[in-house]
């Protein structure tokens, strides 16, 4: 493995052009305000503007998509964290296939407004591939099964000739087939979001951090070091970043780290790995999960841990895994590396709540859609209020 020089900075970040919107330094009063620019915000204030709400300042307390929203994968498929089987078990049936629905919905509706605004994210519709990494027919065929019967969603499976026909390695027996799914370079799109919601007359500044929030009254104010917002209605949205904002919330959440790097343009050689355009993660509960991009690159991700390493160290973890199943791509630059945080909640499940009344945790939906389903039953923002 060959080290660029450039690893303090994530390849979305490199590859996607910035836009700066500036710090609070005044006093605003608005209807709704968002702390947070990541997904779970931006999507808030995107439900609002759809609905005819504009009167909204959203904070950011460094850039927009700055923690996992602008690092992950790329990967846009239904579910949750929590699986299946153990939704069905928490809920019920029906109420796990109302949820497993939304996220479902999630999808379609993040390809709607790629579509609408002319979102420009390197959207890659070739799905999602689930390999085995076992050498075990019956457990790929008994998910298979269980999506068919439980939820009435149909992955195609692959054989393992198939498998091998596209990924050229031993390590996978086989693979399911998420045609509806796609994937896509996230912070691209956050940005998107941003640039449709700031010409909506969204207020968004970023480095803004919040230092207080004053919720006493029937109008809140946030502070932040150089200004205020009066708000009627706060929304937190802050994942695994949320720190001392909220202590309630942030006991109730594990800040979890996983690892992503990219390589260097492989050209022809990506070829000898791989031939397919659709994203790739297995059936091992710490499982790796990669994707071509554009221009002949190979994204690599996997491994969970609570400790934020070093670009060197992402890089050289990640690159054992990948020639683990990929001996080939041996010798291949890594480009860019990087770690990030996620929120984990014990249940596996979003976090929602009112912090004004009596906490509650309620399972509802994938973070994406969570935001938009509340705004569509209320007509106003939820995630958490103050």
């Not at 659709?278 to 499982?287: L, N, P």
């Not at 906490?359 to 509340?374: A, E, G, N, P």
Request: with cysteine; aromatic share 10%.
């Amino acid at each position: 493995m060959i080290l660029q020089e450039n690893l303090q900075q994530t390849f979305y970040q490199a590859s996607a052009a910035t836009i700066d919107y500036p710090a609070l330094q005044e006093d605003l009063a608005c209807e709704v305000c968002i702390i947070g620019g990541g997904f779970a915000g931006l999507a808030t204030a995107m439900g609002l503007l759809e609905r005819g709400v504009s009167n909204i300042v959203l904070l950011e307390a460094e850039a927009i998509a700055h923690g996992a929203s602008g690092r992950n994968g790329g990967f846009v498929f239904g579910g949750f964290s929590l699986d299946n089987a153990s939704l069905i078990k928490q809920v019920g049936l029906e109420p796990a296939r109302k949820l497993y629905q939304l996220t479902l919905d999630a999808v379609a509706l993040i390809r709607q407004r790629i579509t609408q605004h002319q979102m420009e994210c390197d959207v890659n519709d070739n799905g999602v591939l689930l390999a085995n990494w076992f050498d075990d027919a019956k457990k790929l065929q008994q998910q298979r099964d269980f999506m068919l019967r439980e939820f009435e969603v149909d992955w195609t499976p692959w054989s393992r000739e198939q498998t091998r026909a596209v990924l050229h390695t031993e390590r996978y027996f086989g693979a399911l087939h998420e045609q509806n799914a796609f994937h896509f370079h996230p912070l691209k799109y956050a940005q998107a979001l941003a640039r449709v919601l700031s010409s909506g007359a969204v207020r968004i500044h970023e480095r803004s951090r919040v230092r207080a929030i004053d919720a006493a009254s029937a109008e809140k104010i946030v502070r932040t070091a150089n200004g205020s917002v009066k708000a009627r209605h706060v929304v937190a949205c802050c994942g695994g970043y949320i720190e001392k904002l909220y202590p309630q919330l942030g006991r109730s959440v594990l800040p979890i780290a996983t690892y992503v790097m990219t390589t260097e343009k492989l050209g022809d050689k990506l070829a000898s790995a791989m031939q397919t355009g659709a994203a790739v993660y297995d059936t091992r509960f710490a499982f790796d999960y990669y994707r071509p991009l554009a221009g002949s690159r190979l994204l690599w991700g996997g491994r969970i841990s609570i400790r934020d390493r070093q670009p060197a160290e992402v890089a050289d973890l990640l690159y054992g895994d990948m020639l683990k199943v990929y001996p080939q791509l041996a010798g291949t630059k890594v480009e860019y590396a990087w770690s990030g945080l996620m929120s984990y909640a014990q249940h596996k499940m979003p976090q929602i709540g009112w912090l004004a009344k009596p906490w509650r945790r309620l399972s509802l939906t994938s973070i994406l859609y969570l935001m938009d389903l509340i705004t569509t039953a209320c007509h106003l923002p939820l995630a958490v209020w103050a």
